[in-house]
């Protein structure tokens, strides 16, 4: 059963472009939304979270856009940069049990 | 601080036998989960621990097991090793466990090969 849906799976970027990843979910008991991003060999890290009482949150030059009544939610990189190639994984939790429920992954490759 | 740390880095195990990975949460931090990450793929939930007590368990058979110590360091054992198992396992800490949107800190991770 798949609870949330990530794509594209793969996108290629230019530098300074924009990259833009979307998540759907399935479930409205989810109450967080946070992004991680992964660096081959690494651990995922946090990069930026949503709560379903806000349509967006902006931290520098990552934006996540959340759509409460389509139950979709995005993660925009405005000016993308060559560090940014990582894999990216939107993520939804209940608060209920704090469990990560991961999407595919999209692997962004920006180009110099 | 040190971030969560995760032993052994890589291990390489035949199928049958038993394997047992290592994490020690962010200090301060009383809840571990454990993740499996098969490659190319999102991470799997697989255990949840708070305060010593497992308080969510993912779609894993039995053959996975987890303890959390009284020092919050957390302990994850897979018995009968398929060739399956072969993942990224990942441990994440956090502060507490339950509301929602307590951050969720991930370790490197544990390579782990079944041949």
């Known amino acids: 059963q798949q609870q949330v849906k990530q794509s594209p799976q793969s996108l290629i970027v230019q530098k300074g472009g924009i990259s833009i990843i979307n998540c759907a979910y399935e479930n409205t008991a989810f109450d967080y939304f946070p992004w991680y991003q992964q660096f081959p060999g690494k651990g995922p890290a946090l990069l930026i979270a949503?709560?379903?009482?806000?349509s967006e949150k902006k931290e520098g030059r990552f934006t996540i856009s959340f759509n409460k009544s389509a139950k979709q939610f995005s993660l925009h990189i405005m000016d993308s940069q060559p560090g940014d190639s990582a894999t990216y994984f939107c993520?939804?939790?209940?608060?209920?049990?704090?469990?990560?429920?991961f999407g595919q992954g999209t692997t962004l490759q920006v180009k110099p | 601080d040190a971030g969560v740390t995760q032993s052994p880095t890589h291990l390489i195990k035949t199928r049958g036998q038993h394997v047992t990975l290592r994490c020690s949460p962010i200090s301060g931090h009383k809840s571990v989960s454990w993740y499996q990450q098969v490659l190319g793929q999102g991470p799997q939930f697989i255990f949840q621990?708070?305060?010593?007590?497992?308080?969510g368990r993912g779609n894993f058979p039995d053959r996975f097991s987890a303890r959390q110590f009284p020092n919050y360091s957390s302990e994850l054992n897979v018995n009968a090793l398929l060739l399956g198992d072969s993942a990224l396992y990942l441990c994440a800490s956090s502060l507490e466990v339950g509301s929602g949107t307590d951050t969720q800190y991930f370790g490197p991770g544990t390579r782990l090969t079944v041949l």
């Open positions: 621990y708070y305060e010593k007590e497992e308080r």
């Open positions: 949503i709560r379903p009482d806000v």
């Open positions: 993520a939804v939790v209940s608060s209920n049990t704090g469990k990560l429920i």
